[in-house]
């Protein structure tokens, strides 16, 4: 949770931040999988992602346009230990409540976002960072103890 408010608060997952080098976040991560994009076209395409488990890191001009991180709930999410320290993984089962409640206990300012608040999803978008969190209700497949409740899916950031 606390990579998850940090980010939130500030638009950064420890040194990874949008603007920075691609190369210079392959050094800190290790090599990225490359989107297909990437292999067929060349490095030089934009827009496709690097990803290093669930977390991805969109591409322009070879530089970080926008950072992910995907969670699916009822499993357990893998990330760098650049970004989970103690762990490459955690349970990635997050309440909506649960992430609005850490939120405000960090004095976290969000809004709902009404641009992805629509049928059985709903998202808040906060600032100054502009991170986007996106909750829907679970999938058939999601194993999750409340059936009616929306979890996070994906958390984002990206520049214009």
């Known amino acids: 949770m606390n990579v998850l408010v940090d980010f939130a608060r500030t638009g950064r997952i420890g ?63 893998k990330l760098p230990a650049l970004v989970v320290p103690e762990s490459e993984s955690f349970e990635a089962t997050v309440l909506r409540e649960e992430l609005i409640t850490a939120l405000d206990s960090a004095g976290c300012e969000h809004h709902v976002n009404d641009t992805l608040t629509f049928g059985q999803q709903s998202s808040i978008l906060t600032r100054p960072a502009d991170v986007y969190a996106v909750f829907s209700l679970p999938g058939r497949d999601n194993h ?17």
């Open 15 to 77: 040194p990874l931040h949008c603007g920075m080098p691609l190369a210079e976040a392959e050094h800190l991560l290790g090599p990225g999988r490359p989107h297909p994009a990437h292999i067929m076209k060349g490095p030089d395409i934009d827009g496709y992602p690097y990803s290093w488990g669930g977390l991805k890191l969109d591409v322009t001009q070879r530089a970080v346009s926008g950072i992910w991180i995907h969670l699916w709930p009822g499993s357990t999410a």
């Open 144 to 160: 999750v103890p409340h059936r009616d409740r929306h979890y996070l899916d994906v958390m984002h950031k990206y520049t214009a």
